[in-house]
């Protein structure tokens, strides 16, 4: 079964600076990763998502994530943190073979200003 | 875009007592899951449905049923309402893109056990 851990629980930074939040996966195959963004008070929406290829992954609003096999990692990172970017992250993993996503236990971003 | 509607945002009930969350989808997706979300830890799946009355255990059914009598819609039922199942339910649908799932979120209902 795959499972995710997701190491930082809060990170905070200042708007304007970069941020890279981690995520590690546990699975025997080539898994399907995820980013999810959950704003407070709301559900979650699909940031990227990697199936395949290229493994330098382009999302909405700003985001990107790098899949790297040989560390069972799939960071998020954006270069310029917005004041609107505060919410809780979530990593997720899922198989071809099965209908479920495992997620990760989240990691809550504050932006200073 | 798929909307996933749940009907109720904020729940209150008392302990013992029967409780339904309903969720609606829009895109005629195959697949609807539960999930409980809790602080700390995650998103973790109750029950989650492939098709017109069939249904799968999750990580964590205990206290939990569902129902799911068309391809829209989606129930989560807790028979009797504890104070453990305090918790953010959030309501998912899905259809397979290329072999994997890509999960679509209603807003959640936030039940709270008196």
């Known amino acids: 079964a795959q499972s995710v851990t997701q190491p930082d629980i809060h990170i905070t930074v200042s708007e304007g600076a970069s941020l890279e939040l981690r995520c590690n996966y546990s699975?025997?195959?080539?898994?399907?990763l995820f980013w999810y963004v959950q704003s407070p008070g709301q559900g979650l929406q699909l940031l990227l998502k990697?199936?395949?290829?290229?493994?330098l992954v382009q999302g909405i609003k700003g985001f990107e994530a790098e899949f790297k096999r040989s560390q069972s990692s799939f960071n998020l990172r954006k270069p310029s943190v917005h004041w609107s970017d505060a919410a809780e992250y979530f990593c997720?993993?899922?198989?071809?073979?099965?209908?479920?996503?495992?997620f990760g236990a989240g990691t809550t971003v504050t932006v200073r200003a | 875009d798929v909307k996933v509607t749940q009907s109720s945002r904020y729940l209150v009930k008392r302990t013992g007592e029967k409780v339904f969350l309903e969720c609606v989808q829009d895109?005629?997706?195959?697949?609807m899951f539960w999930y409980r979300q809790d602080p700390g830890l995650g998103l973790r799946l109750i029950y989650f449905?492939?098709?017109?009355?069939?249904?799968e255990k999750g990580d964590i059914p205990e206290g939990y049923s569902v129902s799911r009598e068309k391809k829209e819609r989606f129930s989560l039922i807790l028979e009797s309402a504890s104070t453990n199942q305090t918790s953010m339910y959030l309501c998912?649908?899905?259809?397979?893109?290329?072999?994997?799932?890509?999960?679509?979120f209603g807003a959640g209902s936030r039940l709270t056990v008196l």
């Open positions: 997720a993993v899922g198989a071809s073979d099965d209908y479920k996503l495992s």
């Open positions: 449905s492939y098709d017109v009355k069939m249904k």
């Open positions: 699975y025997g195959a080539t898994p399907y």
């Open positions: 895109m005629d997706h195959e697949n």
């Open positions: 990697y199936f395949s290829g290229d493994t």
């Open positions: 998912a649908s899905s259809f397979p893109t290329q072999g994997a799932n890509v999960l679509t």
